[in-house]
């Protein structure tokens, strides 16, 4: 990579993610092996927001981000219930798509298959949990924070001894990542997905008009059709447009046109 380059950076949420240089970074729901298929494995299969590996150091990283400032945050019990299962169903993706997933070009990041295959060679494993709950002074005070981090700990401690749980904007360095304000910036998936509603939505109204415009559509007009349109018109009407078409517009004219007829 060109040193004189900016690094990639990935939007999720509000927060903007540049990580350290040499590592892969994956995004599991930009792959369409994950949303059409594995996805539904199962009954349903959960991903975690950010994967990372690093082919020298062969160090693999699990990154998962909430925010709960925005939306409503579940009891703290239910919250290590759905951050453990990511973590499994997250493993199960990553072994299962260096064998089955297609080669794809997402819009973020390299391909699932591609970094699967990479990160199966990890020495290392770091699960990191950055949220944002929606409480002031939660990480200092040892609040619900350091209660979650506790309890993921516990169940996840086969798995990684010591995971990061942290603030989303914690200052001090966790990882191989620093976030920033992403200031308005979607992600390139979610403009990919908003494009492609708009072009869905687009599609369908030209349809509902083309429908509506065939059913209002005047049928064709038959010389019998102009003839009762004229038979109902006034009197001093049909006789303007007789002598605008040129016709004779007295009586004698028009007995001998009936004549010829």
Request: hydrophobic share 35%.
């Amino acid at each position: 990579m060109n040193s004189d380059s900016p690094s990639p950076h990935y939007v999720e949420g509000v927060h903007s993610f540049t990580f350290d240089e040499g590592y892969l970074v994956c995004r599991i729901e930009c792959s369409s092996f994950y949303s059409r298929q594995a996805q539904n494995f199962c009954g349903g299969c959960k991903e975690m927001d950010f994967l990372l590996y690093h082919p020298e150091k062969k160090d693999l990283w699990l990154i998962e981000v909430k925010d709960y400032r925005f939306d409503a945050r579940p009891k703290v019990l239910d919250l290590v219930n759905a951050l453990t299962r990511k973590v499994k169903d997250t493993l199960f993706l990553l072994r299962s798509a260096a064998v089955s997933a297609p080669d794809e070009c997402p819009p973020e990041g390299v391909s699932l298959r591609e970094f699967a295959k990479c990160s199966i060679h990890a020495e290392s494993l770091h699960l990191a949990f950055l949220m944002e709950m929606g409480m002031s002074g939660v990480w200092t005070d040892g609040g619900i924070l350091a209660n979650v981090k506790n309890m993921l700990t516990m169940a996840l401690k086969f798995i990684d001894a010591e995971p990061v749980c942290a603030p989303i904007t914690w200052p001090h360095r966790v990882g191989p990542w620093r976030v920033t304000p992403a200031h308005g910036e979607l992600s390139k998936r979610i403009q990919i997905r908003r494009r492609n509603k708009l072009a869905e939505i687009q599609a369908q109204r030209r349809l509902e008009r083309e429908r509506l415009e065939a059913k209002v559509k005047p049928p064709a007009i038959t010389p019998d059709d102009k003839k009762e349109k004229q038979a109902k018109l006034p009197l001093w009407k049909q006789r303007l447009e007789q002598r605008i078409a040129g016709e004779s517009g007295n009586h004698e004219g028009r007995k001998k046109k009936k004549k010829h007829r």
